[in-house]
């Protein structure tokens, strides 16, 4: 649960970054029009702003996609500027209306810091949820909803859509991290994983509120919203990176991305249990698709983006069909 290929800011799981500063605007507004066109600070009160991203129009009751951008990444994560081909957040905002935002510490692809209003860490699930509740009433927006989350927001997702069951109609699932992937590792590798992915000192110094998570808490967070609402019928699409973490996790150790203490064979423990990590999880959604041939990394929306496109127009075909299936 990687990218492909290292990068100044590298999302959960398997962390390394080099984390640059730079100034950034953020003009506050709370915009309302259901097809305005949105990438500004909204009001969110208690002194907060949340930078948004809205576009397109939900037609004839449409639903709107929201996309939720994986642990410590930023809105530009759904049309990153070095991506190939065409991106989620314009290709899906042609169709429907669809938002993303920038939830507090989080980091852009060049670096810059989040444009929203700091909080103190670490953030969980039920936090990313709240916020989408205060950004959602700010800007009088209405359900439906489908979401598209990546790596640690499909623990958001998750929570979100426990809470908002008659509003939530399907979900894209984008090799996200899951209480399902602890399940599948032993209390050795999870001790492992953790520090692993847990923020540097240096990360910290260079950016003091970087978004960050204490997994356990944010995974039984996850545990305890879907035992009182378990997962309900809907479309859901399980997509899985396919780029292999046991030829990865060495060129990480050798160029200083992770930690020299990490086994140079803990590639082969991600590769294993990710797999059944995102099997279990489709199998919490009778009916659900899982793509494992991606044919890219962690990132998938940036390495295939049309898989990314092509799962989210499956589930809103799907709902507009009335299935709960993305079959």
């Known amino acids: 649960m990687t990218p492909t290929r290292p990068a100044r800011r590298l999302p959960v799981a398997l962390l390394g970054a080099v984390l640059g500063l730079a100034v950034v605007g953020t003009a506050c507004s709370t915009p309302t029009a259901s097809s305005a066109t949105i990438a500004e600070n909204v009001d969110i009160g208690g002194g907060r702003t949340v930078y948004v991203e809205c576009h397109g129009e939900a037609r004839n009751g449409a639903p709107t996609v929201l996309l939720m951008s994986g642990s410590g990444t930023a809105s530009d994560l759904w049309h990153a500027p070095e991506q190939e ?116 000192p240096e990360q910290l110094a260079a950016y003091p509120d970087l978004e960050r998570q204490d997994f356990d808490v944010s995974l039984d967070e996850v545990v305890a919203t879907e035992a009182k609402v378990p997962p309900s019928p809907k479309p859901v699409v399980v997509l899985q990176a396919s780029v292999k973490f046991d030829q990865l996790v060495p060129q990480y150790l050798d160029e200083g991305f992770l930690p020299a203490w990490v086994p140079r064979d803990f590639g082969q423990v991600i590769d294993r249990t990710n797999a059944t990590a995102q099997t279990k999880l489709a199998s919490e959604y009778p009916g659900s698709k899982h793509i494992t041939d991606t044919n890219a990394g962690h990132n998938i929306m940036i390495d295939s983006g049309p898989i990314v496109i092509k799962a989210i127009e499956d589930v809103l075909a799907a709902v507009e069909a009335g299935r709960t299936t993305a079959s």
């Open 85 to 200: 081909g065409p991106n989620v957040y314009d290709t899906i905002g042609a169709q429907t209306r669809t938002c993303t935002l920038d939830r507090p510490g989080v980091q852009y692809l060049d670096g810059a810091p989040s444009r929203s209003t700091p909080v103190a860490q670490p953030t969980g699930p039920q936090d990313g949820a709240r916020d989408w509740d205060s950004v959602i009433d700010a800007l009088g927006m209405e359900g439906p909803y489908v979401i598209a989350a990546h790596s640690f927001a499909g623990n958001i997702a998750r929570v979100f859509a426990a809470e908002h069951p008659d509003e939530v109609k399907g979900i894209v699932f984008v090799d996200v991290l899951s209480p399902e992937l602890r399940a599948s590792m032993t209390p050795a590798e999870w001790a492992v994983w953790v520090p692993a992915n847990n923020r540097t």
